[in-house]
């Protein structure tokens, strides 16, 4: 593969469990460099700034410079980590993706969101600055299990749903998800749908927002549960980002339906096939959980004087972004997956 980049040394960050299902992957792409591997620990959790203290002092030590290149290699968490390292490390030097699953493929890897999470709020610090390439390689889906598949395809989802109306019934004509069922071309259309929004707007200062469809809510379910998770002392998330995603999606639908911009029957089309894929959706919040929930939404990055920031549906394949609701209203969507 012709990289066209000739780095004097390269520092792999990579996800553990990729290293060892592909120890020579890397050398593969013929770079000739000394290869320096960090590993890191899968698990959102590790998005960490002590994870990043450790690869900085890593680069560090090893005189890693502005000639030098790190690839990220692994799935969305890895490429957000890395890709905050890399952009940072000397007031930034160059990084490429390699995404290895499904989520990463088609949004975490593409469009230079590097970020980790604070105090358990999902990507609260980081840059927006783009990697020097992305290699796409679906190889490595089919070592995805059936969650990671699940936490990739709720993206595909959110992409069918926002802008492709003709996916959205190639989606909904699949009675469940496997590996084999993901065609590359729906990722090579999610991907350049990503790209061409990112070139409009590279800096989230509106139109980016789309991309968030199901997500205010959904990384606010995420936090939620991911500190639970922590209370609690679980060593696996009760919900996965593409569970959280997908609650979000219906919930984000329905009050794409309550504004009065979405039909009744597509937000319960909607609805039904997400429920179909995700099949163990949580739908029982207690009134305490919804507040935490809400407030959690409140600190989302695209908020504005308080007032929670909501891309909404036009229609199935249509989406707008800078919707503001009311905390009442927020709660009431969360409260009605409860019916
Ligand atoms: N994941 C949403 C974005 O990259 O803007």
């Excluded at 792999?12 to 620990?41: C, E, K, T």
């Excluded at 030590?61 to 980590?81: A, P, R, T, Y």
Aim: aromatic share 10%; proline share 3%; charged share 20%.
């Amino acid at each position: 593969m012709d990289l066209e980049l000739t780095p004097n040394k390269i520092a792999v960050i990579a996800d553990q469990n990729v290293l060892q299902l592909f120890p020579y992957y890397i050398d593969s792409l013929g770079f000739d460099a000394p290869v320096f591997v960090f590993s890191v620990l899968p698990g959102e959790q590790n998005k960490s700034i002590e994870e990043a203290v450790y690869l900085w002092q890593n680069l560090l030590e090893n005189h890693f410079d502005k000639q030098s290149l790190v690839i990220n290699f692994g799935g969305g968490m890895v490429s957000d980590l890395g890709g905050f390292v890399a952009s940072t490390y000397q007031r930034g030097i160059p990084f490429i993706n390699i995404p290895t699953t499904l989520l990463g493929m088609i949004d975490a890897a593409v469009g230079g969101k590097n970020v980790i999470n604070l105090n358990g709020v999902k990507n609260m610090v980081g840059t927006i600055n783009l990697p020097e390439k992305v290699i796409i390689d679906t190889l490595f889906l089919k070592t995805l299990s059936p969650l990671q598949i699940l936490d990739g395809f709720g993206e595909m989802i959110k992409y069918a749903l926002i802008g492709n109306e003709n996916l959205w019934h190639e989606i909904n004509n699949l009675e469940n998800i496997k590996n084999q069922d993901i065609k590359k071309e729906w990722i090579d259309w999610c991907v350049s749908f990503k790209e061409k929004i990112v070139q409009e707007d590279l800096y989230d200062q509106g139109l980016r927002h789309i991309l968030n469809f199901g997500h205010t809510i959904g990384h606010a379910l995420e936090a939620y549960f991911m500190q639970k998770d922590r209370d609690e002392k679980k060593s696996f998330p009760t919900v996965s980002h593409g569970h959280a995603v997908a609650l979000g999606m219906v919930i984000e639908s329905y009050l794409s339906y309550r504004n009065g911009l979405l039909s009744q029957s597509a937000f319960e089309e909607i609805r039904a096939v997400i429920l179909r894929f995700y099949k163990n959706l949580i739908k029982d919040f207690s009134a305490s959980q919804i507040k935490t929930i809400v407030d959690l939404c409140v600190l989302d990055k695209k908020n504005c004087n308080g007032r929670i920031n909501i891309t909404m549906l036009e229609s199935i394949g249509h989406a707008t972004p800078n919707h503001f609701v009311s905390e009442e209203e927020c709660a009431e969507a969360i409260m009605q997956m409860n019916a």
